[in-house]
């Protein structure tokens, strides 16, 4: 049966072989995800970073335990992690003991998954991006779109919003903990690695990060610049979870309500959770907390300013879009310049400074 319709006739055989592919790349999207999920679950990253960075499938599959009769389908998964670049991928030389056998490698995405005592990687990051209390909600999305009542597509699939259910579900929360937690981490070697810590903590004596967890950054701030004492503000059950260690002051509260008194506030991964108006009171009882400006007292703010840090990399621009898209689950989303700056003028501060240096995020200094 011929297909005669208008829009049709104006696209070449290959136009319409092309679009097949793309559509179906897009369509199949969700299995690229539950693949790098699966990889992560087996431990397949750690296993090729342990064999000495290269692994053929017999060693993977001895290193992973698998059972052998699943090392066809193995090689199936392989082979769409390699095709996404999670892996790379070359071949021995036929006259070796493998007999030309492939050998799996990690990428400079893969090598982020593999932890060491010191740092666990980001696999507990994308364990959270993947979870399902997140994922299963977006296939209500149209319904979402059609829906009259002002609620997020989580508390229309859940009954709830994601902070009631993370504080009686206790798997939840530790999934949201650990994800906010290594990823603070990795935030504060790239900060250190650039050598940026000197220009955004000068003359900060002290700082509390609000809604900072288990004290990853505060930590991290706290090792790298001793002059600055360092405090915590989170929920209860947050801060329950927290190490007494001693570096860093743990505060359990709430910071639409209440944020101790510091020379600079530090907010990351923070604004994105909330609507502009949240926004606007949590920055308002920041600018309570700190002194003026010619007393050295800012907010720092950690989160992406769509737009900036992509303009030559198409990468960057989709994960930005695509993170955007993410946070829309739980009502939240990255902004771009000037929905930053309305906010900051809404909640009374004078003026900011946007320093472009995390890849897909930015460090915000915004002024009283």
Partial sequence: M??????????????????????????????????????????????????????????????????????????????????????????????SADGGAAVYGLTRAS??????????????LVSLMLDPNLAAPFSGMSSWFMDERPRSIF???????????????????????????CDSRFVMEVLLRKGLGREVFSGVGSLVDVGGGTGAVARGIAAAFPNVECSVLDLPHVIAEAPADGDVRFVAGDMFEYIPPADAVLLKSVMHDWRDDECVKILQKCKEAIPSKDAGGKVIII?????????????????????????????GG?????????IFLEAGFSGYKIIPVLGIRSIIEVYP
């Fill in 2 to 95: 011929a297909l005669t319709g208008d829009i049709y006739k104006l696209m070449s055989t290959e136009d319409m072989l092309q679009g097949h592919a793309e559509l179906c790349i897009h369509a199949y999207g969700f299995v690229k995800s539950m693949a790098l999920k699966c990889a992560m679950e087996l431990g397949i990253p750690g296993a090729i970073h342990s064999n000495g960075g290269g692994a053929t499938l017999g060693e993977l599959a001895t290193r992973i335990a698998l059972p052998p009769f699943r090392l066809p389908r193995l090689r199936r998964l392989m082979r769409v992690l390699t095709v996404s670049s999670v892996f790379s991928i070359h071949y021995q030389q036929p006259d």
């Fill in 111 to 124: 090598r982020l998954l593999v932890g060491d005592e010191t740092f666990p990687g980001l696999s507990h």
């Fill in 155 to 181: 508390e229309m699939h859940h009954g709830e919003d994601i902070w009631g259910v993370a504080a009686r579900d206790v798997a939840l929360s530790r999934s949201v903990g650990d994800g906010m937690d």
């Fill in 303 to 331: 989160n992406m300013v769509v737009g900036l840090g992509t303009s030559q990399d198409n990468n960057r621009k989709e994960a930005q879009a695509l993170y955007d898209l993410f946070l829309m689950v739980i009502e």
């Fill in 334 to 342: 990255e902004r771009e310049e000037d929905e930053w700056e309305k």
